[in-house]
């Protein structure tokens, strides 16, 4: 077993080439979303796997500006969770955290299979539940944007977003996040 190099692997990238992608693959991806940990195992998440092209492309109209990147989309997974579905204690709503984990597990497993998994925050929660009929009492937490990374940079990214396609983007420093025993400015 190597995660660390799957981790490593790991890249948002923007530049995708469609390919086919099978229920056999989906129920691959949905499998490794079902594994991960949640708060007295209430596994919170919903997921809507979207493949067909014309549900596709009627999902474009979702995306902010900035991301027309995402037409070229394979597959789109709406990914959504309601609170009352897990642990809220005290102040603390366990939803959204369980869900996060339960998409990283994915992510990496897409990332493991070939693919590019990209989460994204610009789209529209209001026009998504309505394509997809995802009910009111859900919160759409994000899009993943599924693909095959190709090394031919998309014409439609901006300056910073072709950078990041040839260069993995600066992480923070360990230092900058990393506290021993006590928070410490």
């Known amino acids: 077993m190597d995660v660390i190099h799957t981790i490593e692997q790991r890249r948002a990238y923007r530049s995708l080439v469609p390919i086919n992608i ?83 597990f994915m992510v990496l497993r897409a990332t493991e299979l070939g693919l590019v998994a990209h989460p994204i925050a610009g789209y529209s929660p209001k026009e998504t539940r309505k394509i997809l009929g995802i009910p009111d009492e859900y919160q759409i937490i994000t899009l993943v944007i599924v693909g095959k990374h190709t090394q031919k940079i998309n014409p439609v990214l901006s300056k910073k977003q072709r950078q990041a396609e040839k260069t993995r983007p600066p992480r923070k420093n360990l230092k900058e996040f990393i506290y021993f025993n006590q928070y410490r400015e």
Not at 28 to 56: H, M, T
Not at 58 to 87: H, L, P, R, T
């Open 22 to 104: 099978d229920k056999k693959t989906i129920h691959d991806l949905a499998e490794s979303a079902r594994l991960a940990p949640s708060c007295f195992n209430n596994q919170p998440w919903g997921y809507v796997f979207v493949i067909e092209k014309k549900r596709l492309q009627q999902m474009q109209s979702v995306f902010s500006k900035g991301n027309e990147w995402a037409y070229q989309a394979s597959m789109i997974i709406a990914v959504f969770s309601k609170e009352e579905d897990d642990c809220v204690i005290r102040e603390r709503k366990y939803h959204q955290f369980d869900l996060g984990l339960s998409v990283g």
